[in-house]
């Protein structure tokens, strides 16, 4: 039996939020088990509500169901030793995700987003059960995320605000504003579709680390065979 559980691996509370929350809808519609992982509870944050971020997580993740859990890392000291990366893995090991979802490396974000997102992946190749792995766009834009994959988010953007909602210790950041995410959204689009949409679509993006294509997991969530493509009866 295919395997349908998807991790999503990231330092705090609301980063899976802002980076893929619409995907990981996306995922929960088909019929996935979404696993949301924050290795710390975001606890530092400059907020002085930064402590009921752990409560606002679990609010956040049941507006589609997914499961959470939040390990107890230091918020701004997540260090890329053995017991960071042990912990991904054991995670990884329990679920057995086909998907695995983090941050981008490499992008001079936030130091303990470069942990995170390093553990997550290098732990991810290591695992046969991981088919897809990507890394998230950094919540401020920066010219160092080149996308090569988008995922179309539009019937899944209500989900995506309203998880960011939840957060209002964090919401006076620019970035967790409504038009900020909406902005994004749409200028994805147009990177992913055309120039020139008739109608407004929203799209996350990612960097593509791994990704391995299983026919079988089309059609996952039916368990049946799914019509042949044109073109593959022709040939």
């Known amino acids: 039996m295919a395997n349908t559980s998807v991790l999503a691996v990231f330092a705090h ?9 619409g995907t990981l809808a996306g995922f929960t519609a088909a ?15 400059c907020s002085p509500d930064a ?18 859990v939040i390990e107890n890392f230091v918020d701004g000291g997540l260090a890329p030793n053995q017991q960071t990366y042990s912990c991904v893995a054991d995670h990884i090991a329990d679920l057995r995700p086909a998907v695995v979802l983090t941050h ?3 992008a001079q974000d936030h130091q303990d ?10 732990m991810a190749m290591r695992s046969r059960s991981v088919g897809l792995i990507l890394q998230t766009e950094p919540p401020l834009m920066n010219h160092l995320f ?30 967790a504003a409504v038009q900020a995410i909406r902005d994004r959204g749409t200028w994805w689009a147009r990177q992913a579709e055309t120039h020139s949409l008739s109608e ?18 089309l059609g996952v969530t039916t368990g049946t065979r799914r019509d042949a493509p044109a073109w593959a009866e022709a040939a």
Not at 113 to 118: D, K, S
């Open 104 to 106: 981008r490396v490499g």
């Open 51 to 68: 402590p009921l971020r752990t409560i606002e997580a679990k609010e956040s993740a049941a507006v589609i169901g997914a499961n959470l």
């Open 31 to 45: 019929g996935y088990d979404v696993h949301i992982l924050a290795l710390t509870n975001g606890a530092n944050s």
């Open 146 to 175: 080149c996308p090569n994959f988008y995922v179309d988010i539009t019937t899944h953007m209500d989900e995506k605000l309203t998880a960011i909602s939840k957060f209002q210790s964090e919401l006076h950041k620019p970035y």
């Open 113 to 122: 987003h470069e942990t995170a997102g390093r553990a997550a992946t290098t």
């Open 200 to 217: 407004t679509r929203y799209y996350e993006a990612f960097y593509v680390v791994k990704a391995k294509l299983d026919l079988t997991m």
């Open 13 to 21: 509370p609301d980063d899976a939020e802002l980076g893929c929350f």
